[in-house]
């Protein structure tokens, strides 16, 4: 399912293609890929006159459903919102504990201080995901939850996390910002526990310019979500301000302001057309990026388990730093130097001062999260890149090595 190139063809094509360098231009780290039909509906939209919350982002949602083959799809203004309303409606609050990988976006992380509750951070394996054989000596009487998180785009160990869930009565609330589109075991993300959040940050794999979606097979949770996303008003609140809408609505509870609009859902609507191309793409790019770093010992490549469908949202490779004369901060200046921009995915969370002065976490508590974030980097990986310009990193990340090779 993985890498249909054959590495033969694609050593060929390497030494035959003849690089451009992009020297007056800046490749950015990551950039959306938006073409004329998300411009277009834009535009109709607007002219339109129904702005926000209504018939758009229905269909973007049922869209959704259908490429997911779950039974629920709400749609929200940032996978941030979908995780705090997962939480909400699972009724996690103060006193709880929930789990979750020391190496990720913060937010998933936040949310869970939002609800008053603490976050309980585990280390990572070798693939970046939560260590799922690390996860029950975290347990206490107070656990509530875990919140894997689906790191670049690889599908963490669900038999194993659904296991411990099952064991110890908590809820998985899936982290999905990496993976729309990823499977594991060929079960599609996003059906797999209670509740799964993507998000459409203009750096995912598809974007909304801003949005997410929250995923549920459970029709009550669903149900619980979309109102708390909509002032907590009953259902179908929009519906009021039509013609066959009624002016009466209940508030169930207190609510957030959390809806996607239609002007974002006119734009995911075609992201999501588009989306099994834009994963393809990406796969065929790290194809090259391995294919082409074979020779190189000082990379470490990204850990892929052959039993899950990998959408490569991020191409993260780890610099064998004892062999080499430079820092990984000091690579990705160089990378900037030849006009490439990268990143690091993340900065694990107990660096961050609000963590360690809240929860008590020190630099020494997760190893190996330590061990990656001295030497990983993220190389630009979107559809939007020539493959010229993959060859042109290539080549730049060859010559950076190179010249930093100790002795
Ligand atoms: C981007 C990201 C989020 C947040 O997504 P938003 O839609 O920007 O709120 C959450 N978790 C992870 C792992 C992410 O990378």
Redesign the pocket.
């Known amino acids: 399912m993985l890498n249909k190139i054959q590495p033969r063809r694609m050593r060929d094509k390497i030494q035959k293609t003849k690089i451009e360098t992009p020297s007056t231009r800046f490749l950015n780290f990551a950039l959306p890929t938006i073409g004329d039909e998300e411009c277009e509906e834009v535009i109709r939209t607007l002219r339109g006159g129904w702005l926000t919350y209504g018939p758009k982002t229905k269909l973007f949602e049922e869209r959704f459903s259908n490429y997911i083959g779950v039974q629920n799809s709400i749609a929200v203004n940032?996978?941030?919102?979908g995780?705090h309303l997962a939480l909400l409606a699972l009724g996690i609050g103060p006193g709880d504990e929930v789990i979750v990988p020391v190496i990720?976006?913060c937010?998933?992380a936040n949310v869970v201080v939002h609800m008053g509750a603490r976050p309980v951070f585990c280390d990572v394996s070798d693939d970046l995901n939560i260590d799922v054989s690390k996860i029950r000596e975290l347990i206490t009487d107070k656990t509530k939850a875990i919140i894997p998180?689906h790191f670049a785009g690889q599908a963490c160990d669900m038999d194993e996390i659904g296991q411990i869930a099952k064991e110890y009565d908590l809820k998985v609330i899936e982290?999905a910002?990496?993976a729309v589109g990823s499977a594991y075991r060929n079960r599609k993300i996003g059906t797999i526990s209670d509740i799964t959040v993507f998000?459409?940050?203009p750096t995912?794999n598809m974007t909304a310019a801003?949005?997410?979606m929250v995923t549920t097979q459970d029709n009550r949770l669903a149900e619980k979500i979309r109102i708390l996303s909509m002032h907590g008003i009953s259902k179908d609140a929009y519906k009021r301000y039509q013609a066959d809408g009624s002016w009466y609505y209940e508030v169930l509870y207190p609510g957030y302001k959390y809806n996607m609009t239609d002007i974002q859902a006119a734009i995911g609507i075609h992201q999501l057309r588009k989306l099994p191309d834009f994963i393809e793409k990406r796969q065929y790019y790290v194809g090259l990026y391995n294919e082409s770093f074979r020779f190189i010992p000082e990379i470490i490549f990204p850990m892929v388990h052959p039993d899950r469908y990998h959408t490569w949202h991020l191409y993260v490779i780890g610099l064998e730093i004892d062999s080499l004369k430079i820092t990984r901060g000091e690579f990705i200046n160089l990378l900037k130097e030849e006009n490439i921009g990268s990143s690091v995915h993340f900065i694990p969370l107990h660096f961050h001062p609000y963590y360690r002065k809240t929860f008590g976490y020190k630099i020494g508590d997760f190893p190996k999260a330590e061990w990656f974030y001295e030497r990983i980097v993220s190389l630009p990986l979107y559809p939007k890149l020539t493959e010229s310009d993959i060859y042109y990193i290539i080549f730049a990340v060859r010559k950076i090595i190179e010249s930093a090779r100790n002795g």
């Open positions: 940032s996978a941030t919102s995780l990720t976006f937010s998933t998180v982290d910002a990496h998000s459409f940050y995912k801003e949005g997410g």
